[in-house]
Structure formats: C-alpha cells, structure tokens
C-alpha cells in the first residue's frame, strides 16, 4: 500500500475531498515524523509502538574479505505491534489457511475417488 491508497481509502471513508483527505494524511506522517525525530516513542493504541534506539559504534567484518570494519553509530528505527495488530494478522492468516484448506478438498469432495473425469 502507497501513501497515495491511504489518501484514497481516506477520500473513499470519510468523505472530504481528496485534496482535504492528503492534506490530513500528510500532516499525520508530518506529525509521526516530527515526533520520531525528536527521539520520542509513538504509542497508537491498537495498533503498536514506534522507538527510536540509538545504538553504539561496533566493529563489524566484512563477510567476503573477513576485513574488520567500524560500523558507525546510529538511529534506528523499531516497530513493535500491539496484541490487538498480532491477534488480527493471526486471525487472517488462519481464515486464509481454512479457505485454501476448503478450497483444495472441494474438487475431491465433486469427484468421489479422486481421480480424473470418467470417460
């Protein structure tokens, strides 16, 4: 999904135009990004927590030549989802393993003895 399928899913839901509904979603991300930089968590409830961690300067190697390298210091990024988000994306999962499930023992179910179309 690209900024723009939000903006159109917003357009499409709430119903202001689609100039208003770019406008909202760029100042949450204006909002999002301003807050991250500043080095603070962003907490959605129902959904998870946006950290920032910095981490230290760490020798490293480089996997081809085995040559130790500094790997500098750094902001990084992490998203941890809430239970809520992981029960959801669990709960979707399972629907679609039930279909495919359904969906592959349906042709056996037409056809007893599973084999090809008699003749």
């Known amino acids: ?11 499409e839901k709430v119903g202001f135009s689609k100039k208003e ?8 991300f204006d ?3 301003e807050t991250l930089e500043r080095g603070e968590k962003i907490k ?3 959904f998870g927590n946006f950290i920032v961690r910095d981490k230290k300067s760490r020798v490293g190697r480089n996997p081809q030549t085995g040559e130790e390298i500094e790997i500098s210091a750094r902001r990084v990024l992490t998203f941890r989802p809430s239970q809520v988000l992981k029960n959801a994306l669990n709960a979707a999962a ?4 039930a279909a495919t ?3 592959a ?3 056996a179910a037409g ?3 599973g084999q090809g179309p008699s003749a």
């Open 1 to 11: 999904m690209t900024k723009a399928d939000i903006i159109e899913s917003v357009y």
């Open 44 to 46: 959605i409830s129902g």
């Open 94 to 97: 399972e629907a679609a393993e």
């Open 31 to 33: 909002t999002i990004k």
């Open 111 to 113: 056809n007893p003895g």
């Open 101 to 103: 499930q359904a969906a």
């Open 105 to 107: 023992a349906a042709p």
């Open 21 to 28: 509904a770019a406008e909202i979603v760029e100042m949450v």
